[in-house]
């Protein structure tokens, strides 16, 4: 089993930055085939959805939702290891609960890895508010 803990959110004025983190932890053997790890976020009364993913089960991949592409970053310090968003240029539409994902033994790249049946290994969440 894996465990995901979420850090970093807060609240913020829009035109800030903000970092949040994910720590994956648990049995060595469920780790190593973590292949991606994505960030969703789900803001009230809307679905969830998946806006960053990196994968590295054929080199080092990266895909963004349009709506964070060009402002938020997201980044590892190797594979299988901690993972960061990096958040630039917050509007309030950016406001939501914001939820980090990892897979167990599914790689890929593109699309399909911001959609959630491709994660099995789920974080609590950590908020983050901007205000206008």
């Known amino acids: 089993q894996v465990q995901l803990v979420e850090s970093g959110g807060g609240s913020v004025q829009a035109g800030e930055s903000l970092r949040l983190s994910c720590a994956p932890s648990?049995?060595?053997?469920?780790?190593?085939?973590?292949?991606?790890m994505g960030w969703f976020r789900q803001a009230p009364g809307k679905e969830r959805e998946g806006i960053a993913s990196v994968c590295t089960s054929n080199g080092r991949s990266t895909y963004y939702s349009d709506s964070v592409k060009g402002r938020f970053t997201i980044s590892q310090e190797n594979a299988k290891s901690t993972m960061y968003l990096q958040m630039n240029s917050l509007k309030p539409e950016d406001t939501a609960m914001y939820y980090c994902?990892?897979?167990?033994?599914?790689?890929?790249?593109?699309?399909?890895?911001?959609?959630?049946?491709?994660?099995?290994?789920w974080g609590q969440g950590t908020q983050v508010t901007v205000s206008s």
């Open positions: 994902a990892a897979s167990a033994g599914v790689g890929g790249s593109g699309p399909r890895t911001l959609s959630q049946s491709m994660y099995t290994y």
């Open positions: 648990g049995d060595t053997y469920s780790i190593y085939y973590i292949y991606c």
